[in-house]
């Protein structure tokens, strides 16, 4: 009898590193993809970007989640770090708003373990990342 894999939710703002990292992660895991991004803006952006997210899902059966897009949430959770430089405070507050989205959704769907592909990007701290995401 074969043993079921563990499932886990991996959390994605964009198609391409979505489907390299499901691909990896569906070795040893029940993948779910959990798409949530406040930041992006304007309204329409984030719609292509979940649009191609959902194609992604489909051509590589994946199941895909869509969070609400909370972009005012987000401006107000940023309040005050408009001018913060890259990499600053607001990217850290970025990244804990939305991993707390994603841990609630993992929690939500009973998923023993979540990740991100924020870490795949050279443009983020992926030190900072993980610690967030280990509290």
Excluded at 7 to 26: E, F, P
Excluded at 114 to 124: A, D, I, Q, V
Aim: proline letters at 3%; charged letters at 30%; one cysteine or more.
């Amino acid at each position: 009898m074969a043993k079921n894999k563990p499932k886990l939710l991996l959390h994605i703002c964009c198609a391409g590193c979505g489907v390299y990292a499901s691909q990896l992660l569906k070795q040893d895991y029940e993948v779910r993809l959990f798409f949530y991004n406040p930041n992006i803006w304007p309204a329409e952006e984030y719609e292509k970007r979940l649009k191609e997210a959902e194609k992604v899902a489909a051509n590589f059966k994946l199941d895909l989640i869509a969070g609400e897009y909370e972009h005012d949430k987000w401006l107000a959770a940023a309040r005050g770090h408009e001018n913060d430089r890259e990499r600053g405070e607001r990217c850290l507050i970025c990244y804990k708003f939305r991993l707390d989205r994603a841990a609630d959704m993992a929690k939500k769907l009973k998923r023993a373990y979540l990740t991100t592909t924020l870490t795949t990007s050279p443009h983020k701290i992926a030190s900072a990342i993980n610690e967030i995401g280990e509290q």
